[in-house]
C-alpha cells in the first residue's frame, strides 16, 4: 500500500508541474498574440500613426500684366512693358497643384503657366514680338504650425524650378533675352474651415504670402473664399473664387 502512495504521490506531482509548464506557455502564448496586433492597431497607446491626406486643385486664373519696367542702368534707359512693349492683353490660365498629407507634414507640387505677349509694328511692315514667360512646375512643402478639424495654419517652403524669361524685339537690333535666377521662397499660409453647416455645406476660405529669399526678387500674395461639400468616404470637394498678385524683378 505504501508504494501505491508514493507512485500516486509522484503522479501528482508530476501531472501538477505539466500543468504548470502548460499555463506558463499558454500565458506567453497568449501574451505575445495580444502584444503583436495592439502595435498594429492605429488605437494602440504605443503608436502613432499619422493620418494620410491628398488634394487635387485646379485653378482658372484670368491674369494680366498691372505694370513693369525693363532698363538699362547704365545707359539710362527704360521701357513700359505695357506701353512700349505692347504686353497688356489679358490671359486665360489653368493652374494644376497636388498635395499629399501625413500628419502636419505635407508635400506638393505646383504647375503654372504664366505667358504674355506684345506685338509693335515696325518700319517696313515688320512686326517685333516681345513677350514675358514664368511657366513651370514648382515644389514644395507645408509644415502646420497649427490644425485643428480642416482649418490648419504653418509656414512653407517653395522651390521653383522654371526661370522669368523676358524678350524682346522692339528697340534692340537682333533682339534681346533677359533671364532671371528661379527663386526660392519663404511662406505663410492658412485655411479656415469652421464645422458648421449651411445646407450642407461648409465655408471656407485660405490665404498664401510667399517672399524669395535668393535667385530672383519675388512676391505673391492669394486669398480665396468658397464653399466646401461634406466630407464623405471619396473625399470633398470645394468651390472658391479669389484675387492673386505677384511681383517679380530680375537681371541678367
Not at 524682346?168 to 528661379?182: C, M, N, R, V
Amino acid at each position: 500500500m505504501s508504494g501505491f502512495k508514493q507512485r500516486l504521490a509522484s503522479w501528482i506531482l508530476a501531472a501538477f508541474g505539466f500543468g504548470l509548464l502548460l499555463a506558463h506557455t499558454g500565458a506567453g502564448s497568449a501574451f505575445a498574440q495580444g502584444m503583436v496586433p495592439s502595435l498594429l492597431d492605429p488605437r494602440s497607446p504605443l503608436v502613432c500613426i499619422p493620418p494620410l491626406q491628398g488634394e487635387v486643385r485646379f485653378t482658372l486664373t484670368w491674369a494680366q500684366v498691372l505694370s513693369g519696367k525693363q532698363t538699362i542702368p547704365a545707359l539710362g534707359l527704360s521701357w513700359d512693358l505695357r506701353n512700349d512693349f505692347l504686353i497688356r492683353q489679358p490671359q486665360l490660365f489653368l493652374d494644376t497643384m497636388v498635395r499629399l498629407q501625413a500628419g502636419r507634414i505635407g508635400v506638393r507640387a505646383n504647375y503654372e503657366l504664366r505667358n504674355f505677349a506684345g506685338e509693335r509694328n515696325l518700319a517696313d511692315g515688320v512686326i517685333a514680338r516681345n513677350e514675358f514667360d514664368f511657366t513651370g512646375i514648382r515644389i514644395g512643402g507645408d509644415f502646420d504650425i497649427y490644425q485643428r478639424w480642416n482649418t490648419r495654419f504653418g509656414v512653407n517652403l517653395d522651390y521653383t524650378i522654371y526661370h522669368p524669361i523676358f524678350t524682346e524685339a522692339s528697340f534692340t537690333l537682333g533682339g534681346k533675352k533677359i533671364e532671371g535666377d528661379p527663386p526660392v521662397t519663404l511662406g505663410l499660409y492658412g485655411s479656415y474651415n469652421p464645422p458648421r453647416c449651411i445646407f450642407g455645406a461648409t465655408f471656407i476660405c485660405d490665404g498664401e504670402i510667399r517672399w524669395a529669399f535668393t535667385g530672383a526678387n519675388l512676391t505673391d500674395w492669394r486669398i480665396s473664399a468658397g464653399l466646401k461639400s461634406p466630407d464623405t468616404v471619396l473625399g470633398s470637394w470645394a468651390l472658391k473664387g479669389g484675387y492673386r498678385q505677384t511681383s517679380i524683378g530680375f537681371q541678367d
